[in-house]
């Protein structure tokens, strides 16, 4: 683990914005959309104050507000407005469904959520706007900045030349933003991280990864994901990179000519878009990258070798997170990256592994450090913190004398199979060798005779069993990680955020199997 300061953390949101204007020039453009209206760190502040004092007419200092929007110049302004009058963006998960959305409401106590009337058309999500008005008032942002006067305007001149005069008094410790968990094996959790969390965790990234401030991050991540959020928003706008917002990573064809365009350095991406990237760009269109930097999900071999091939050298840095570490916990770097790793520990945290029975050469980690949130939302509106400050990542992991990160699976997915623990990410990654360019993901049932089966769930129309017995054979892996059942789909289903959604593959799998019976 490497010396961190975590003192150098000790801002709130809105001062580390104003900070990076003050150290990098309140004229440098450093935030941009698909509308390619560049902002400066000056016009982001006004436009912060304007907007927020908006916002602040019809919410509460310490309100939860809900945030529903792309990743945009107007989801990223809102995002600091909220900030600058010390209200606490709640961001919703628009992908996750009526239910769990209103879930997520009712557990954060959200009585207002932000929305915008063209993303609610372009995105069909009226049905969305419909329930949530059930629970909540809904606001559209075109209604509040048409509501902006001269004297609304005044006041964000004045505020945006003494911006520390006029924004609200936070403390570091004071909830920074309320995210809630991918829910791909369960229900999602909201979680709380503190402006010091998401602080520190952009100075533990800037500390272990060199950034270019003339690079241009290019995030079409959704911000109510904290990959998107952290890694695509904060990281560059508090380190002095321009962060261009992109609203949709499934717009395939329209990303990569933008990421030529715009001269992007760093792509934020996961293994299933960025592949998807790489087989439509033209010959030229992801050249100019410095690095693509992946998370969510493994990278392939043959996304490694594709974007190789393509476009020559460019280091793709796995790395690895949770919502509950603001995300980052590890990841690669250009001059050091190990395939097949998720990359080194982020400077100062801390990690232990503890025993996981049948699973040898690793454990289940667990993670400390100034980036670990506050705690988990409970039903009474509090919340509860990590036990001794520990996250427990319920990943079983092997960890190098160095610190560098191998994933050997998730607690949850491990099967027992006569007596033995076998990891499903490994057969996933068997099914992944033998059929490069398709999804895979496995599943365990119940099984009378040897406790557990496994069942892969694959989009490859020909797929079947004998050509992974063969390949598990030449590479030593066991008769028992080889699934024997196998289910064809049209697509494997995935998550707003690019994982694998595991609750609706189980629902496939039972739904088969119960019309096999």
Request: aromatic share 6%; hydrophobic share 40%.
């Amino acid at each position: 683990m490497s010396a961190f300061d975590s003192a150098q953390a000790q801002s709130s949101v809105f001062d580390a914005l104003v900070a990076a204007s003050r150290r990098h020039g309140a004229k440098k453009p450093i935030l941009e959309d698909q509308e390619r209206n560049p902002l400066s760190y000056t016009d982001l502040i006004r436009a912060a104050f304007a907007l927020g004092r908006k916002i602040a007419a019809f919410t509460k200092k310490g309100e939860r507000v809900g945030v529903m929007l792309p990743s945009s110049s107007g989801g990223v302004v809102t995002f600091f407005a909220l900030h600058a009058f010390g209200r606490v963006p709640t961001m919703l998960n628009f992908t996750s469904g009526i239910r769990n959305l209103k879930a997520a409401c009712e557990l954060a106590g959200v009585r207002t959520v932000l929305t915008s009337h063209r993303f609610i058309e372009q995105g069909k999500l009226h049905d969305l706007t419909d329930a949530l008005e059930t629970l909540t008032k809904v606001v559209y942002l075109e209604d509040v900045r048409g509501s902006v006067g001269l004297g609304d305007k005044l006041f964000a001149a004045a505020a945006g030349a003494m911006p520390s005069r006029f924004r609200a008094a936070t403390r570091p410790s004071d909830p920074g933003v309320i995210l809630f968990t991918s829910g791909s094996f369960g229900a999602p959790r909201g979680v709380v991280l503190t402006q010091a969390n998401l602080v520190a965790n952009c100075r533990q990234i800037t500390q272990h990864l060199h950034l270019d401030p003339n690079w241009v991050f290019f995030n079409p991540l959704p911000i109510f994901h904290c990959f998107g959020l952290t890694g695509g928003v904060l990281l560059p706008i508090l380190s002095g990179l321009k962060a261009f917002q992109y609203p949709s990573p499934l717009h395939v064809k329209q990303i990569p000519p933008l990421v030529k365009d715009t001269k992007a350095a760093v792509l934020f991406a996961t293994d299933t878009f960025l592949n998807q990237y790489a087989r439509s760009a033209e010959p030229g269109e992801l050249s100019g990258l410095a690095f693509v930097v992946c998370g969510a999900e493994k990278v392939r071999e043959e996304t490694h070798n594709l974007i190789a091939d393509k476009f020559g050298p460019i280091p793709i840095l796995e790395g690895y997170g949770a919502t509950e570490a603001s995300p980052v916990i590890a990841v690669n770097k250009p001059t050091d990256n190990r395939r097949g790793t998720v990359g080194g520990l982020l400077p100062g945290v801390e990690a232990r592994l503890e025993p996981v029975e049948g699973i040898p050469g690793g454990g289940k980690l667990l993670v400390r450090g100034p980036n670990i949130m506050a705690g988990y939302l409970n039903a009474a509106g509090g919340i509860d913190p990590p036990d001794g400050g520990w996250h427990d990542t319920g990943d079983v992991v092997s960890l190098s004398d160095d610190d560098w990160i191998k994933i050997l699976g998730r607690v949850k997915r491990f099967a027992k199979i006569g007596g033995e623990m076998v990891s499903l990410t490994a057969a996933e990654d068997l099914a992944s060798a033998v059929w490069p360019d398709c999804r895979h993901a496995v599943v365990s049932l119940p099984d009378p005779k040897k406790g557990e089966r496994l069942i892969l769930v694959t989009d490859r129309r020909d797929a079947d069993t004998g050509p992974l017995v063969e390949y598990a054979r030449t590479i030593g892996a066991p008769d028992l990680a080889v699934p024997r059942k196998i289910i064809r789909v049209q697509e494997i289903p995935v998550l707003g955020t690019g994982k694998t959604d595991y609750v609706a593959l189980q629902r496939i799998v039972d739904t088969e199997m119960q019309r096999a019976a």
